[in-house]
């Protein structure tokens, strides 16, 4: 009998994954990444945000391919692979509309504050309705500012069209390719501070983007702000932004990321009216998690026959 590719992956794996695996790996445990060295390992596949570090590939000579269900890869050292000629696979452009949808989600519900009005509705303190109260705060036609117009921030600006919402921009260099033609505005970060009513993050989470958002930056926006951060949790400063929403300094936030994720169950953060959080649903839908669990298996499976990934960092 030929024996299966040895390949380490997250203890959890949806049944997507299982079957989609089932019978063209030999699945071996996370913990083995922290193991002794093993010349036996030729793959790992990577589910949710475990740490692939560059001490980890060390260890395993003969690792063929590191791939990643999902599109971001801050978890994953891939210079280190990099220099190890080790390919790190990912799941990108299938979930731009989706993760855009959820940053919508996440605008509408805390500019209109949608988890405050379903708690208010089931409670035994509604009997009667009163045009004074839950009043939040206008989307149509406001100004949008989405830091970081890769894949998904393009879909969210498509979004925010539809809006009819002015939308502004900042990102590294200004987008060469703008599709459908959308008026977008190129600004720089403090000018997208300043005149937003809503601050979209989408960038990925890399030196430069950690801590994008802090102390300063609050008080460089509006009091009548919206926060949304759909990228990586440390790209805002929790502390800074648990601050900023205590004190008024802005109006409410919908995060899909925290950092720590998840936060502490005593956080201050999770006991405030204003701030919306879902678990990083980002791209949690049965379609999109199906293709991206057969873009990240084939990617596995191209790297451990030594050919070139559908898709790479
Ligand atoms: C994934 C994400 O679901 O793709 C990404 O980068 O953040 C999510 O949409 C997650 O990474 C699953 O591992």
Redesign the pocket.
């Known amino acids: 009998m030929t024996q299966l590719p040895r390949v380490i992956t997250d203890d959890v794996l949806s049944d997507n994954l299982i079957e989609l695996l089932d019978g063209k790996i030999e699945r071996l445990p996370w913990t083995t990444l922290e193991g002794p060295d093993d010349d036996s390992i030729d793959g790992v596949l990577?589910?949710?945000?475990m740490l692939v570090t560059a001490e980890h590939m060390s260890r395993f000579p003969n690792l063929k391919v590191i791939s990643?269900?999902?599109?971001?890869?801050d978890h994953i050292d891939v210079e280190a692979a990099h220099k190890l000629n080790i390919p790190v696979g990912?799941?990108p452009h299938i979930?731009n509309g989706?993760?855009a949808d959820q940053a919508m989600t996440l605008l509408l519900a805390a500019g209109r504050r949608l988890r405050e009005g379903d708690i208010y509705a089931r409670s035994p303190e509604f009997t009667y309705f009163d045009p004074a109260y839950m009043l939040g705060t206008e989307i149509h036609h406001q100004t949008v500012g989405i830091i970081g117009l890769g894949g998904i921030g393009y879909q969210i600006a498509r979004r925010c069209a539809a809006f009819d919402m002015k939308i502004l921009y900042h990102k590294r260099t200004p987008l060469a390719d703008n599709p459908d033609n959308l008026t977008l505005h190129y600004v720089s970060l403090d000018n997208l501070l300043e005149q937003s009513d809503f601050v979209i993050c989408i960038c990925p989470l890399t030196k430069e983007t950690t801590g994008l958002i802090g102390k300063e930056e609050f008080s460089k926006m509006k009091n009548s702000a919206v926060l949304i951060n759909v990228a990586?949790g440390p790209v805002v400063d929790t502390a800074a932004l648990t601050e900023a929403l205590e004190n008024g300094e802005i109006y409410a936030a919908g995060l899909d990321?925290t950092d720590p994720e998840p936060l502490p169950r005593d956080h201050p953060l999770l006991s405030l009216n204003n701030v919306t959080i879902t678990p990083?649903?980002?791209?949690?839908t049965i379609q999109?998690?199906r293709k991206?669990a057969e873009i990240s298996v084939e990617n596995l499976l191209l790297g451990l026959r030594g050919e070139q990934l559908l898709h790479s960092v």
Do not use: D, I
Request: hydrophobic letters at 30%.
């Open positions: 990577t589910f949710g945000h990643n269900y999902g599109v971001g890869v990912n799941t979930l989706t993760t990586r990321v990083h649903l980002g791209s949690a999109t998690r991206m």
